[in-house]
């Protein structure tokens, strides 16, 4: 396998470094502080194609392999970890879903939209009460004639106040069945769909996270994608998928981490020489270094898997838990570095320090990573 960028990686790190400088760097503080979800930059990102990097052109999108998409998440992500989540929740997730599993006239309908970033694109799996196992999930839909009724909540779910469109995985038949569920595609404005609370986060503070609202939500069985019962297992494959994204996302925050690192050990000198040259910082470097290349080989080996059409179910698991618990390690490792500067503001590993948590609890756990890999190799 080789593991150098081609020409559309390296033209895609080259745009979104650029584009970063002007439009993302300067602003991240703020973004942060306030919990500003910079939707004009996600329309930016849009126009630049990252918004649907794995849509076919056909349907308006930049018809990438997950070796492209891969790229432009760690890059994004080494500017800023939140603009990187949710690009991942738009691509992988909502715009995902309906492209795996709608209709030819469902995706000629969404796709066009959610690829430019026209639309924003939110996905509901999680609710109040089931965030691993989710298929115990309380929201229903009822049939109604022609359409179905939905009433319940979902809850952390990205982008659920600036959506225009929800892909929801709601109940459809008994609990405890995991064809009981079934997957809909709910545009804002739905009466009885609206969007609630919103999250006061630890880190990835400039990605939106809040309810999704079902109040005799009424929606057309032309909603529903792929077949009733097909939900729950459509959700599993989407997340195969969706995990390559996450660990990018962890990929990007542990490089960001360790280039701050390395650079300022190289210029603090204490006892009368830069830091770098005490071993103990040292060691943590080549620790970072050497982490980061492994998270690296996984990532790639699960895209290249899921470029060739084969199942990746072992290999996404594995990339996503590593390269999750790796992001949280280097940031901690980076701000050690740092020392006091490092807990403070004024540098960014403070900042990965807070949004690499997110990557060892979203789209599945460290521990239901665990779970997956060893359900996987015993059988
Ligand atoms: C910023 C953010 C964005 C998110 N975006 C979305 C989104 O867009 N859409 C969406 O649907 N969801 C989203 N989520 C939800 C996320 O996927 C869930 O938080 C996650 O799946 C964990 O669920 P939970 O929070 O309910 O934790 P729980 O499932 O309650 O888990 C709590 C703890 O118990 C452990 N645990 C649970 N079951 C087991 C087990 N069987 N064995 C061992 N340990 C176990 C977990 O690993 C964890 O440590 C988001 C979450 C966050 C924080």
Aim: hydrophobic share 40%.
């Amino acid at each position: 396998m080789d593991f150098s960028y081609n020409e559309n990686q390296k033209m895609i790190a080259d745009m979104i470094q650029k584009f970063g400088k002007q439009n993302i760097t300067p602003f991240v503080r703020e973004w942060d502080d306030a919990q500003i979800f910079p939707v004009d930059v996600f329309k930016k990102l849009g126009e630049l194609g990252l918004m649907g990097v794995l849509v076919p052109t056909e349907y308006g999108g930049s018809g990438f392999t997950y070796t492209e998409y891969v790229t432009a998440i760690e890059e994004l992500s080494i500017l800023d970890p939140s603009v990187g989540l949710s690009m991942a929740a738009h691509n992988s997730l909502c715009t995902g879903h309906i492209l795996q599993f709608g209709s030819e006239e469902q995706k000629k309908k969404w796709l066009p939209k959610l690829a430019t970033a026209e639309w924003i694109g939110a996905w509901g799996l999680t609710e109040h009460n089931t965030g691993s196992d989710s298929g115990g999930m309380a929201t229903t839909a009822v049939k109604d004639g022609d359409d179905w009724i939905l009433n319940g909540a979902k809850n952390f779910i990205t982008h659920a106040i600036s959506g225009d469109v929800a892909v929801v995985i709601v109940r459809t038949g008994e609990k405890g069945d995991s064809h009981g569920m079934s997957a809909f595609v709910i545009e804002k404005g739905t009466p009885g769909f609206s969007s609630g609370r919103k999250e006061d986060k630890l880190g990835m503070r400039a990605s939106e996270t809040a309810e999704l609202i079902f109040d005799n939500c009424r929606v057309s069985n032309d909603n529903l994608l792929g077949n009733v019962g097909d939900g729950f297992i459509q959700a599993m494959k989407v997340l195969d998928g969706g995990r390559i994204s996450i660990a990018s996302l962890g990929l990007g925050i542990a490089k960001g981490a360790y280039q701050s690192a390395l650079q300022y050990s190289k210029e603090r000198e204490q006892f009368g020489k830069p830091i770098s040259h005490f071993q103990a910082i040292a060691f943590k470097l080549a620790d970072m270094a050497t982490e980061i290349e492994a998270s690296e080989l996984l990532i790639y080996n699960a895209a290249d898997k899921k470029n060739k059409g084969e199942r990746m179910t072992l290999e996404g698991a594995m990339a996503k838990y590593y390269s999750s618990e790796v992001a949280v390690k280097v940031a901690n490792d980076a701000v050690q570095v740092l020392g006091g500067y490092g807990y403070t503001k004024d540098f960014p590993v403070e900042r990965f320090y807070r949004d690499s948590k997110l990557c060892t609890i979203g789209e599945g756990t460290s521990e239901i990573q665990k779970l997956v890999i060893s359900k996987q190799i015993i059988g």
